[in-house]
C-alpha cells in the first residue's frame, strides 16, 4: 500500500501515537498546527524539540528555557553587580567579586601581585595591607606594639664574656657582661675561693676551700632572733653533730651525738656537758669571772695527776701574789700557809665589828643552814640560800619570786650538823675555845651573818694588853676575847695555841695585839 487517506488517525488505544519506527523518516508536507493552530516558525532543518518554535525558513528560532537551578539546567544572567555586558561582551567589575564568593585556598602566589624581594605584607592603622621594608642583613623583625608596624632593627650588643679559664666562675659585671673569676673556681670537685694563697687543702675537707695570702673566714648570718648552724651529718643521722649560734638568746652551742655538750651562754660563761648554770646540775662550767664550777654525779671524782716528782699541784694567788699553794713531796701532801676554819654564828645573827684573832667560845647551839629548791621558768633546777622566818620550818613549801616570777619552792635544811654558835671568850682558862676570829663570811647575801674560825693551822692570835711573850709559850684564853700566856709549859683542854713570834702583827685601840701562832683547837 503507497498511500493511505483517512481524515483523522487516532490511537487504537490509550493517548499516544506513534508514526513511523526507529530510524525511519518522515516527511510531512504542508502545515503541520497544534489543535487547529498553526505552529511558529519552519522547523523543516530543526530537530523539534520541547520550547523550541520556528517561523519558516527565513524566521527567527525561539528558545523558551526554564530558569536554571543548582539540580538543572536553564536560563541564568548576570549580576549587574557583579558583571557588565556590552555589544555582546560580558566583563567582571572592578570590585566586582566579594570576599566570600573567593574559594579558600584558591589564590596562588602566581596570581599574587608582584613585590620587593624581602619585603613582608603587613596592615597599617586603617587595616589596609602595607609592605614592610626590607631591613638589611643580620637585623630582626621586631614588634612595636599594637597600632605600629613592624620593623627591621638590629639586635642589641649579646652579652659578653671576659676572663674566662679553664674551672673559673662567671658573675655577672653589668649590663649584658659577664666575668670569669680567676679567684672563684670549681673543677668539679673543688668550690675554691683563693686570693693569693698558696696552701693545698687536705683531701678530706677540699669540696669547699676560702683561703687567702691574709687573713680568710666565712660569714654565717642570720636574723637576730634565729640560729646561724654549722650541720655534720651522716647516712643515718643528718645532724649528730652542729655548731649552733642563737641570736634570741646570744649563745653558742657545740652538740655531739645529738647532745649538747659545750655552750657558751650571753654572759660567757662556758657549761660543758652541763644543761644549766645551776650547781645542782651535773657538769663543768667555767664563769666569765674566772670561776670553775664541778658538780659530779655520784660516780664522779676529780684527777690531778702530775707525771713528773714532787712540786706544787695548784697554786693560791691574791692580786698576783702567791698567798698558799697545794704540794706533793713522796707520798705526802702539803697544805702550805694552811689555816683551817670553821663556820660559826653568833647567837642573835648580828654582825658587829670583831677584831682579827680575838679569841671565840662554842655555845650549846648549832648552825642551821636552809635552802629554797626549786624549778626555775626553764625547767633547770635552783638552789637558794633562805633565812627562816616565824613559823616557817624544814619541808614547808612557800611561793618565792624569782627573777619576776613566782615559783613555788620547797624550804630543806642542809645536812650539817658539826659546826656550833659562838661568842666572844668570856672564860677564863675556858676549856671550849672554838678558835680565834677570822673574818665575816664575805659575798653571802643568804640573810645569815656567818664567820669564819680559824682553828688550826697557822694564824694569829689577838694578846692582851701588856702580855709579854716567848716563842713557844702556850696560850689560853684570858676571858675577854683575848688570849694570855698560859703558866707552865703542859699542854692541858684549855691549850689552844703556841707562840711562834713574838713579832707584833697589829697592836689595836685597847693595847692588844696579835702575833703569829699555831693553833690546835
Known sequence: MSEVKVNKISPRSGTSLTIGDNGDTTN?????????????????????????????????????LADASTSAKGAASFSSDNFAASSGAVTIKDLGIATAELQDNAITLAKMASGTDGNIISYDASGNPV?????????????????????????????????????????????????????????????????????????????LVVQDNASAGISILSANNDTGNIYFGDAQDNNIGKIEYNHATNSLIFTNNNVANINIDNNNNVSIT??????????????????????????????????????????????????????????????NSFTGT???????????????????????????????????????????????????????????????????????????????????????????????FHCWDFGDDDGVNDMQVAAVGSYVVRIKSGETLAKGDLLQSNGDGTAKVQSDDNIKSSSFAKVLSNTKIETYDDGSFIVPCSLNC
Open 28 to 64: 510531512i508536507v504542508g502545515t503541520l498546527q497544534n489543535n487547529g493552530a498553526a505552529l511558529v516558525g519552519d522547523i523543516s532543518s530543526v530537530v523539534a524539540g520541547t520550547n523550541l518554535s520556528g517561523g519558516g525558513t527565513s524566521g527567527d528560532v525561539t528558545i523558551n
Open 342 to 436: 670553821h663556820w660559826s654564828r653568833l647567837s642573835d645573827n648580828s654582825k658587829p665589828t670583831i677584831l682579827k684573832g680575838t679569841v671565840l667560845e662554842t655555845l650549846d647551839e648549832m648552825v642551821d643552814w636552809y635552802n629554797l629548791e626549786f624549778n626555775d621558768s626553764n625547767g633547770e633546777p635552783q638552789k637558794i640560800s633562805h633565812l627562816l622566818t616565824d613559823g616557817q620550818s624544814n619541808g614547808d613549801i612557800i611561793t618565792y619570786n624569782h627573777k619576776g616570777t613566782d615559783v613555788q619552792a620547797t624550804i630543806i635544811k642542809e645536812e650539817d650538823i658539826k659546826h656550833c654558835q659562838t661568842k666572844i671568850s668570856t672564860t677564863s682558862e675556858a676549856k671550849n675555845v672554838y678558835g680565834v
Open 131 to 207: 609592605a614592610i621594608a626590607t631591613g638589611s642583613d643580620g637585623q630582626v623583625l621586631t614588634s612595636a606594639g599594637a597600632g605600629a608596624q613592624p620593623a627591621f632593627e638590629t639586635l642589641p650588643a649579646g652579652t659578653t664574656l671576659s676572663g674566662s679559664t679553664n674551672n673559673t666562675v662567671a658573675t655577672v659585671t653589668g649590663a649584658n657582661a659577664l666575668q670569669g673569676e680567676a679567684n672563684l673556681t670549681f673543677n668539679g670537685t673543688t668550690l675554691e675561693t683563693n686570693s693569693g694563697g698558696s696552701v693545698t687543702p687536705d683531701t678530706n675537707a677540699n669540696e
Open 274 to 335: 652541763k644543761a644549766g648554770t645551776s650547781d645542782t646540775v651535773t657538769g663543768s662550767q667555767f664563769t666569765a669571772n674566772g670561776g670553775l664550777v664541778n658538780v659530779l654525779n655520784a660516780n664522779g671524782y676529780n684527777i690531778i695527776n702530775r707525771q713528773a716528782g714532787g712540786g706544787t699541784f695548784i697554786y693560791f694567788k691574791q692580786v698576783n701574789s702567791t698567798d698558799g699553794s697545794i704540794s706533793v713531796s713522796g707520798a705526802t701532801v702539803s697544805y
